[in-house]
Structures are given as structure tokens and as C-alpha cells.
């Protein structure tokens, strides 16, 4: 049973424009989301969270906006750059509980 | 750099083998997880430990155990191994005392099981 699923499993932008990676979640427990950018032979690096209580986080380039009606969070990445170019996880976890339930991931590939 | 180091960066080993894996977390971090990403997968919650405590449990097979140490390493060990339990082993850590969620991950152990 997937409780985080990001259903494209690669993306491709060009530099310059806006980048979309949508991530969705069926446990209505989940109340923290979190971002992960992942470049080939390295661990994953935190990028962005967002708290239930809200619905939209922006830090730079990055803004997290989440849906809990629709259960759905999207990570918008305004412009991308080359440099963008890794794979994204969106994770959830019930806050108190630490126990974090991680997508299978979205390549991004930003085209220069 | 994250801070959180492991090693061995590579395990090649047998089936039926047992290996051990380590992590030393970010210092001031009290709470160690550690993930299992097979190939095209996400990465797998397997075991939280806080302050030398199991904290929480995911889908950990009972072949495989951890334990955090005094010093707050952690070592995770994997017995009877299976040509599936080939995959990148991610180790995190996080200080969840300051409210914060964000994990800091090491670089993984690549395990090949032949």
C-alpha cells in the first residue's frame, strides 16, 4: 500500500521555466510534508516542508503548496536551472511519530 | 556535506552472509533512521532510534536488526542476506527535540548480494 505516490516518474523543463512535481498521499494522518533532492551517489538533501496548518511554504526559487482536501502537495520550482537536475522525493510523516513514508521519486531534467 | 557519515561506502558479499553497516549521525543529533532504496524504488523506512532507544519500526525484515550506542552511532545488521536485499542503505539523523522534522542523510551504503 503506497501512501506517497508521485506518479510521474520523470520530468523534463526547460531552464529558465517553471517546474512542477506533484506528490499525493491517501492517510489523512499525515500533517508534516517534506522535499528531498537527490543527486546520483549522494543521500538525499533536504529542500522544503510544509506543516498541515498551512498551504503554501516559499524559501527562493522553492514554494511548496498543499491541498488537503484533495490530499495532494506540489513543489514548484521558479526558474530552473541546470543545477535542479536530480531526483525528487516527497516524504509525509503524523507529526509525534518521526516515522516518514517517502515517494518513489520524480527525475527532474532541466534542459539548458 | 550533511554531517552524517557511513561506511562502508560499497559491501559486496555473499548470500547467506551477514554484514554490518554504520552510521554516525550529525553532532547534537539524538535520533538515527535508517532506509533501504532498492533499484526504482523510494527510499523504505526501516527503524527509528532516539537516544539509544527504538523509537519507530517500519518494514523491517526480522533477518535485519539495528542499535544505537551510547556515543549515538548506530549499526544496522543484516543477516541470511538474499540477492534482494541488494539496495542503497540510507542512514538520517535528526534532532527532534528542536521541533524540526527534516532529516540529515549520509551518503549510503551501496550492498551487492552475489
Known amino acids: 500500500d503506497q501512501q506517497v505516490k508521485q506518479n510521474s516518474p520523470s520530468l523534463s523543463v526547460q531552464e529558465g521555466r517553471i517546474s512542477i512535481l506533484n506528490c499525493d498521499y491517501t492517510n489523512s494522518m499525515f500533517d508534516y510534508f517534506l522535499w528531498y533532492k537527490k543527486y546520483p551517489a549522494e543521500g538525499p538533501t533536504f529542500l522544503i516542508s510544509?506543516?498541515?496548518?498551512?498551504d503554501k511554504n516559499e524559501d527562493g526559487r522553492f514554494t511548496v503548496f498543499l491541498n488537503k482536501s484533495a490530499k495532494h502537495l506540489s513543489l514548484h520550482i521558479v526558474p530552473s536551472q541546470p543545477g535542479d537536475s536530480a531526483v525528487y522525493f516527497c516524504?509525509?510523516?503524523?507529526?509525534?511519530?518521526?516515522?516518514?513514508?517517502f515517494g518513489t521519486g520524480t527525475r527532474l531534467k532541466v534542459l539548458a | 556535506d550533511s554531517g552524517v557519515t557511513q561506511t562502508p561506502k560499497h559491501l559486496i558479499t555473499a548470500t547467506g552472509q551477514r554484514v554490518t553497516l554504520r552510521c554516525s549521525p550529525r553532532s547534537g543529533d539524538l535520533s538515527v533512521y535508517w532506509y533501504q532504496q532498492s533499484l526504482d524504488q523510494g527510499l523504505q523506512f526501516l527503524i527509528q532510534?532516539?537516544?539509544?532507544?527504538?523509537?519507530a519500526k517500519g518494514n523491517i525484515l526480522e533477518r535485519f536488526s539495528a542499535q544505537q550506542f551510547p556515543d549515538l552511532h548506530s549499526e544496522l545488521n543484516l543477516s541470511s542476506l538474499e540477492l534482494g536485499d541488494s539496495a542503497l542503505y540510507f542512514c538520517?539523523?535528526?534532532?527532534?527535540?528542536?521541533?524540526?522534522?527534516?532529516?540529515?542523510f549520509g551518503p549510503g551504503t551501496r550492498l551487492t548480494v552475489t
Open positions: 532510534y532516539y537516544n539509544g532507544e527504538e523509537r
Open positions: 538520517a539523523s535528526s534532532d527532534p527535540g528542536t521541533g524540526a522534522y527534516e532529516q540529515y
Open positions: 510544509i506543516s498541515s496548518i498551512k
Open positions: 516524504a509525509a510523516c503524523t507529526s509525534g511519530t518521526y516515522k516518514y513514508i
